[in-house]
């Protein structure tokens, strides 16, 4: 993962190092076909990108970005608060004239409306509560799903047919088992009770002394009944260690392969949305879809989830702002961000170039990360 993290920011790098010569080959002094409209900028409340309190002010990484390229070229414009499929829509048809929200870069997207440079590395990531004590209720709810499960179920079906038919045997090779000393006054409910409990102990591994009849027939079945029994055994603690090791975990750590049986959060329609539907009925994942990042939050702090998926940027964010969430510093799948223009834009080169040179500069970048994110970095990612 460190090694593909380099690649990808070397690779970012020198993408914005050939942006760069390109357009210092340009004249990027204000341009005069940007001041003849007034433009249409869409925007849609997503920390650290575009913040929208309740009184309509605007802040944020994109909006910083936006009125110093407005100001240099002198660009009238309105923004347009817009939901994330409408903002889709717009660039589609050409009702707007940029997009600064966050819109993850794909070839999907582009097939549909422009994008500018990669300005954002981001991605995909897990954001939790952290807990210091097991949560019973998650975990024995975790426990029933994982017991009646068909493979299980049926494992536990052919477990108790051999256990069953061990039993009748056992208690009609009785008199040929010399591994059990019970007394002779012994009822036969008292014996068959001292049979199963051994037999028992015998099949989940406990008692050594597999080999207790003379009939060599009774031998191996006592041994395919042990290896089954021992198989099953620890294939159910195995996953019943794995939940429970999962609800005490302070800072726990989750990948796709480690998400089974949770309620996980996503925004409705974005790629995380569609990255969980492929793997959903794999994993036996529920999700619980909300209409912004902000809807994500409340759900994991409202016990409605117990993950979210989503932006990396996004979620540091607002786990500076609650202090209770805890997000990975590592990525699912890489994201980069760019600013969306419809096809054909005469305006995007001038604005491209801009991006690229506010983003290369370092104090100033700088300062505006360590604003929205606070302390963290992009370099801690993993």
């Keep these: 993962m460190k090694l593909l993290?380099?690649?990808?920011?070397?690779?970012?790098?020198?993408?914005?190092?050939?942006?760069?010569?390109?357009?210092?080959?340009?004249?990027?002094?204000?341009?005069?076909?940007?001041?003849?409209?007034?433009?249409?900028?869409?925007i849609r409340n997503s920390p650290p990108f575009i913040i929208?309190?309740?009184?309509?002010?605007?802040?944020?990484?994109?909006?910083?970005l936006w009125e110093a390229i407005a100001r240099k070229h002198k660009i009238s414009f309105e923004y347009k608060i817009t939901g994330f499929k409408e903002t889709l829509r717009s660039l589609k048809d050409?009702?707007?004239?940029?997009?600064?929200?966050?819109?993850?870069?794909?070839?999907?997207?582009?097939?549909?409306?422009?994008?500018?440079?990669?300005?954002f590395p981001s991605g995909l990531t897990f954001a939790s509560l952290p807990g210091n004590s097991v949560n019973i209720g998650h975990a024995w709810k975790n426990i029933k799903k994982i017991v009646s499960s068909p493979n299980v179920k049926t494992g536990f079906i052919i477990f108790l047919v051999l256990f069953t038919l061990f039993i009748i045997f056992s208690f009609v090779n009785f008199r040929n088992?010399?591994?059990?000393?019970?007394?002779?006054?012994?009822?036969?409910?008292?014996?068959?009770?001292?049979?199963?409990?051994?037999?028992?102990?015998?099949?989940?591994?406990?008692?050594?002394?597999?080999?207790?009849?003379?009939?060599?027939?009774?031998q191996l079945f006592s041994l395919i009944l042990v290896v089954f029994g021992i198989t099953i055994s620890a294939g159910v603690f195995g996953l019943v260690t794995a939940t429970l090791t999962q609800s005490v975990d302070s800072k726990p750590h989750y990948d796709l392969n480690s998400i089974r049986f949770k309620r996980i959060a996503v925004m409705e329609g974005s790629t995380a949305n569609m990255l969980l539907n492929k793997i959903k009925d794999k994993q036996n994942i529920e999700?619980?879809?909300?209409?912004?990042?902000?809807?994500?939050?409340?759900?994991?702090l409202n016990n409605e989830a117990d993950l979210i998926l989503g932006d990396w940027a996004q979620l540091s964010y607002w786990a500076n702002q609650k202090k209770s969430i805890y997000?990975?510093?590592?990525?699912?799948?890489?994201?980069?961000?760019?600013w969306g223009f419809p096809d054909k834009s005469k305006s995007k080169e001038v604005i491209n170039c801009e991006?690229?040179?506010?983003?290369?500069?370092?104090?100033?970048?700088?300062?505006?990360i360590k604003k929205y994110l606070g302390h963290v970095s992009l370099s801690s990612l993993k």
């Design 355 to 368: 991006l690229i040179a506010m983003v290369r500069n370092k104090e100033w970048w700088s300062k505006k």
């Design 177 to 218: 088992y010399y591994g059990l000393e019970i007394d002779k006054k012994t009822t036969s409910l008292g014996k068959i009770i001292s049979l199963f409990i051994i037999s028992l102990f015998m099949t989940l591994g406990i008692d050594k002394n597999i080999f207790r009849f003379r009939s060599v027939f009774m």
């Design 94 to 119: 050409g009702s707007i004239d940029v997009a600064i929200s966050p819109l993850t870069i794909t070839k999907e997207r582009e097939e549909r409306f422009d994008f500018s440079m990669q300005y």
């Design 5 to 42: 993290i380099k690649l990808f920011l070397s690779f970012l790098f020198i993408l914005l190092i050939f942006y760069s010569d390109v357009c210092l080959s340009k004249d990027l002094s204000p341009d005069k076909n940007l001041t003849k409209k007034v433009y249409k900028v869409a």
């Design 287 to 300: 999700i619980v879809k909300k209409v912004d990042p902000k809807g994500t939050i409340d759900a994991l």
């Design 52 to 64: 929208i309190d309740k009184y309509n002010n605007l802040d944020g990484l994109s909006i910083d």
């Design 327 to 338: 997000v990975q510093n590592s990525f699912i799948r890489f994201e980069p961000y760019g």
